[in-house]
């Protein structure tokens, strides 16, 4: 039986709910009540979204997500800002009944989040952020989201400027700085800019770059973070850093942590995508 704060975290999913519900049935034979916790990307490329969101919705105060990119693109796509790509997934959720309830809800989930000690955030942290202003700006995108101006910032978010932050970004620019290091970071030049090109896992770090994580004096050294969104860095446990995206949707496995124990549950998967025809 779980004890009262038992939590478990799970990587990305992007619409394989079928392992998905294969992993909550594994977390619930050692803790049952455990709170479930996931690192974003619950949608796309899977073939089924439509089902994951709604699963994860009905778990209701038991669960909560941050935002990935897929999840932030899935709403702008919802919303005729973008065109959806050729490996998009989407569909079924577009023309569900109850979309709209499902998109509101995923609009809501927050960009950052504190669970024992440890950050979650689905892809990274910019080497200048503390913990705390990282909280502090996932927070200022998560109130626009919520808020008035929600499309104005789904429509600016796509591209990848600025690469570096400054305290002295503001609008657009500002919150595309910081939805581009929680969702979609990988590697950072070593004075710490940001890089979209590469997405191979650290045998292959390109010259001049490091893992975001492994920049010299990173304002968040030493603290517990986890993240998702990189499938081909897969699992990685670091006493300061939980790497969760073990490529459910590329045929690796869907990985789940518990906190504060960091007991590994897997489940394998089958092939949804191949590498390199993402687009
Ligand atoms: N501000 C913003 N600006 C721009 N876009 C934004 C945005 N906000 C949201 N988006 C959206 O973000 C989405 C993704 O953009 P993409 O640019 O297409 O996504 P990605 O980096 O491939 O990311 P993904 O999240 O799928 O990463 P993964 O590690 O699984 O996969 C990474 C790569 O690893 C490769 N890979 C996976 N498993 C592999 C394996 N076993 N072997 C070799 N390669 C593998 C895959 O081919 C894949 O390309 C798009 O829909 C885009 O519109």
Known sequence: ??????????????GCCDQLEQLLALISH??????????????????????TLRLVKAMGARADSVLGNHDLHLLAVA?????????????????APDR?????????????????GHLLVHAGVFPAWSIEQTLAL????????????????LREMYG?????????LHGSERWRGIINALTRMRYCSLDGAMDFDS??????????????????????????IIFGHWSTLGLV??????????????????????????????VDCPQQQRPGKSK
């Open 199 to 224: 997405k191979d896992g650290m045998a292959a770090t390109p010259p001049g770059l490091l893992p975001w994580f492994d920049i010299a004096n990173r304002n968040s050294a030493g603290q517990p």
């Open 79 to 95: 919303n005729g800002l973008r065109p959806a790509h050729k490996s998009d997934t989407l569909d079924e959720i577009l023309q």
């Open 138 to 153: 996932a927070h200022e995108v998560e109130q626009v989201l919520r808020g008035p101006d929600w499309l104005s910032l």
């Open 100 to 116: 709209e309830e499902l998109l509101d809800w995923l609009r809501q989930r927050p960009l950052a989040l504190i669970e024992q």
């Open 30 to 51: 050692t803790a049952p009540t455990a709170k479930i916790l996931f690192a974003g990307d619950l949608v796309n490329r899977g073939p089924k979204s439509l089902q």
């Open 237 to 266: 446990l670091r006493p300061d850093l939980i790497s969760l995206d073990t490529g459910c949707v590329w045929g690796g496995k869907l990985t789940a942590v518990s906190l504060p124990g960091r007991d590994v549950l897997q």
């Open 160 to 168: 990848n400027t600025p690469e570096r932050w400054s305290d002295d």
């Open 1 to 14: 039986m779980a004890s009262g704060n038992a939590c478990y975290v799970i990587g990305d999913i992007q």
